[in-house]
């Protein structure tokens, strides 16, 4: 929504870190991560030959410089994963169409 990039542009221009709660597994979803993504994100990670939270951990750091995750995990595969999505850049196409309603 628009409030929510409102609010991350005016973390920006503060300097000010932003760091989102349950920025992989998602609102709701606090027992973990679920297969109810859409297809789009489906679709996208599949392209990029990532997982889907993978694709959701890269959205989240497309914010910008000023917006953190913190993914945990105690599994060491899902560690490399999270690491892993350091090198994934999605297009600005790609992102319009992640945040597209």
């Known amino acids: 929504p628009a409030e929510d990039h409102a609010f991350l ?3 920006g ?10 920025a992989i597994a998602g ?3 606090e027992a973990g991560v679920v297969e109810t993504d859409g297809p789009r994100v489906r679709a996208l990670a ?9 694709l959701r951990l890269a959205w989240t750091l497309s914010r ?3 917006v953190l995750a913190i993914p945990g ?7 490399a994963e999270n690491v892993a999505v350091g090198s994934l850049r999605l297009s600005p196409a790609e992102i319009a169409l992640l945040e597209a309603p």
Not at 17 to 22: D, G, K, N, S, Y
Not at 73 to 79: A, F, W
């Open 73 to 79: 995990t105690g599994n060491p595969d899902h560690l």
């Open 46 to 54: 599949a392209e990029h030959g990532v997982s889907t939270a993978q």
């Open 27 to 29: 609102a709701g979803r």
């Open 9 to 11: 542009d005016a973390c």
């Open 64 to 66: 910008g410089a000023h």
């Open 13 to 22: 221009e503060q300097g000010v870190a932003f760091v989102p709660f349950f």
